[in-house]
């Protein structure tokens, strides 16, 4: 059952924005709901990054220092579903980004779902 479902990437333009969306299975967040949400990304060559989380109930929020004040992550509960607005983008921030929870890699390793490609470039 695929757990997580990432949309919303693209090309842009350095200076522009993107909202990505994770739509997350029903069975995931009742199995683990103490858990936070994250937004995780990787770009060729590099491993894995956790860039933002949030938790259960939206109350508290967290950044990379790289993507502060510039990422924004949020979620609707009720839709199950976790957001990511990414606005003046750089072109460091080319990456697949992927949604999950947060937690040991023994925990969320068979969640990964397929990603979405975010591409920053003039």
């Known amino acids: 059952q695929v757990q997580f479902v990432e949309s919303g990437g693209g090309l842009v333009q350095p200076g522009g924005s993107l909202r990505l969306s994770c739509e997350a299975s029903e069975s995931i967040l009742s199995k683990h709901p103490m858990n936070a949400m994250g937004w995780y990304r990787q770009a060729p060559g590099n491993q894995r990054e956790l860039v933002a989380t949030?938790?259960?109930?939206?109350?508290?929020?967290n950044y990379r220092e790289a993507v502060k004040g510039r990422f924004t992550i949020s979620r609707d509960n009720a839709k199950n579903m976790v957001f990511l607005q990414m606005n003046d983008l750089k072109p460091e921030d080319t990456a697949i980004y992927y949604c999950?929870?947060?937690?040991?890699?023994?925990?969320?390793?068979?969640?990964w779902g397929q990603g979405t490609q975010v591409t920053v470039s003039s």
């Open positions: 949030i938790t259960p109930r939206g109350g508290s929020t």
């Open positions: 999950n929870l947060v937690g040991s890699a023994q925990l969320i390793g068979d969640y």
